[in-house]
């Protein structure tokens, strides 16, 4: 299976339609991929709070439309990244939108993990109730977004859902990245299952962003991982290493906790 994980800067200046534009070629040019993945945000940036009401969009709005024909030109499935959506019966989402090959909607998820603490993302917009998989012909996929990452309950309860892949678009800081590529291998490792995050690069809203896109595999190892500036970073993998590595270290047959109900009870 070929992925291709597209890091690009969200620069100041460029209009959202116009980076609308550029990314839907950007998609187009990965025809032969199986699965494109895009970072979080990259409408707004991240990190620009002031901007997410006023660039805010409709579930099926103008980068759905977008994203779902560059999906369909380019024959891929495509994970177009997030977007801040506006339910119009309901406050803001930071949301993450699957396209198949044919440009119809596999999946939509809402990040349940807002960053911001008692600021930005996490009192602009509402948090997800949802885990999200996604069933591809070579894998099944698991929904996950940048602050995500540090929760790993999410990513065992995607796992008990048939997840082998874990995706994580991002708009990570360059302060922390160290996190960034620990955590990654982490989640890799504790659920025997490979992991694709897509960052962002330059700079948004005055915070530099860490880049260096990754793809784990189910043992840790790093099979590929991007710089620091705008890049495609492709990569070939096998899936059924999933089932090879359970089978072959059958760790996560011994769990005792987080089980219904647990096995002394």
Not at 27 to 52: I, N, S
Not at 68 to 73: I, L, M, Q, V
Request: glycine share 10%.
């Amino acid at each position: 299976m070929r992925a291709s994980l597209i890091q690009i800067a969200v620069e100041e200046g460029e209009s959202v339609e116009s980076r609308r534009r550029r990314v839907a070629s950007l998609v187009r040019e990965q025809a032969g991929a199986d699965l494109v993945v895009l970072p979080e945000l990259w409408t707004t940036g991240a990190f620009a709070y002031q901007e997410f009401g006023s660039e805010a969009e409709p579930l099926e709005g103008p980068t759905y439309e977008a994203m779902a024909k560059a999906a369909s030109d380019a024959g891929v499935w495509l994970h177009a990244g997030s977007i801040p959506e506006r339910d119009p019966e309901g406050p803001l989402y930071n949301t993450s939108l699957v396209f198949s090959p044919s440009g119809d909607l596999a999946a939509a998820y809402r990040k349940i993990h807002r960053f911001g603490f008692d600021k930005g993302e996490a009192v602009l917009m509402g948090a997800g109730r949802e885990l999200v998989t996604v069933r591809l012909p070579e894998t099944t996929l698991g929904l996950a977004t940048c602050y995500d990452l540090r929760f790993p309950e999410l990513f065992r309860g995607l796992v008990d859902a048939g997840a082998a892949t874990l995706v994580v678009p991002a708009g990570w800081p360059e302060r922390r990245r160290a996190h960034w590529t620990l955590l990654a291998q982490a989640r890799a490792v504790e659920n025997q299952a490979f992991v694709l995050a897509c960052g962002t690069a330059g700079t948004h809203a005055g915070v530099p962003q860490a880049g260096h896109s990754i793809v784990v595999d189910p043992w840790g190892e790093v099979l590929a991982q991007a710089g620091a500036d705008e890049e495609i970073l492709t990569v070939d993998f096998d899936p059924a290493k999933v089932a090879a590595t359970r089978e072959q270290f059958p760790a996560l047959k011994d769990r005792m906790l987080g089980l219904e109900p647990p096995r002394w009870a």
